[in-house]
């Protein structure tokens, strides 16, 4: 599991288990909340990675209908 993943579940159960019963958003209910869109939009690293991934995929579709 990456360390994003872990981060993002402690501070979800931090906020689900602070938050409970509360009516009013405060301050750390917000903080939570930015931080939840922050591990949710992808990083230009992400992006490429993705990019150069499906890249790889393609090239290897290609290798393989070659070699047929």
Do not use: Q, W, Y
Not at 4 to 20: M, S
Request: with cysteine; charged share 35%; aromatic share 4%.
């Amino acid at each position: 599991m990456d360390i994003k993943h872990i981060i993002f579940t402690a501070l979800a159960v931090f906020a689900l288990t602070t938050t409970a019963g509360c009516d009013d958003e405060g301050p750390l209910e917000s903080a939570g909340e930015r931080v939840d869109d922050a591990f949710d939009r992808d990083t230009p690293a992400e992006n490429a990675a993705e990019e150069i991934e499906e890249a790889g995929e393609a090239v290897g579709d290609t290798v393989r209908e070659a070699t047929e």
